[in-house]
């Protein structure tokens, strides 16, 4: 069973950091491209930074230079390092893989997302 699983988000002040995880179990992860998303309310999902089975990372332009993505094939994992965090950060944070991971439910097909992980920033 498909299982997403993140942590590590928190309540930290601006300029302050954080490290994500998400665990991933049910899956052949190291052959997955992983992706970082983040949602406020009422808005769109945004793609933060994405790492390829490979180790090649793309991140948005709005968080080039603070967030680094890795991955620990051996731990089915995905991180993402949070450095110099803004108050326009705070969003809840996922995480899945690129296609997304499915689910079958009463025989239908659908993206499987986890819980996500809140990130607040304060001013």
């Known amino acids: 069973q498909v299982q997403l699983v993140e942590s590590g988000g928190g309540l930290v002040q601006a300029g302050g950091s954080l490290r994500l995880s998400c665990a991933v179990s049910?899956?052949?992860?190291?052959?997955?491209?992983m992706v970082w998303y983040r949602q406020v309310p009422a808005k769109q999902r945004e793609l933060v930074a994405e790492i390829s089975s490979s180790g090649s990372t793309k991140y948005a332009d709005s968080v080039k230079g603070r967030f680094t993505i890795s991955r620990d094939n051996a731990k089915s994992t995905v991180y993402l390092q949070m450095n110099s965090l803004k108050p326009e950060d705070t969003a809840v944070y996922y995480c899945?893989?690129?296609?997304?991971?499915?689910?079958?439910?009463?025989?239908?097909?659908?993206?499987?997302w986890g819980q996500g992980t809140q990130v607040t920033v304060s001013s």
């Open positions: 899945n893989a690129e296609p997304a991971l499915l689910k079958v439910v009463d025989g239908r097909v659908y993206e499987y």
């Open positions: 049910g899956s052949i992860f190291s052959k997955k491209d």
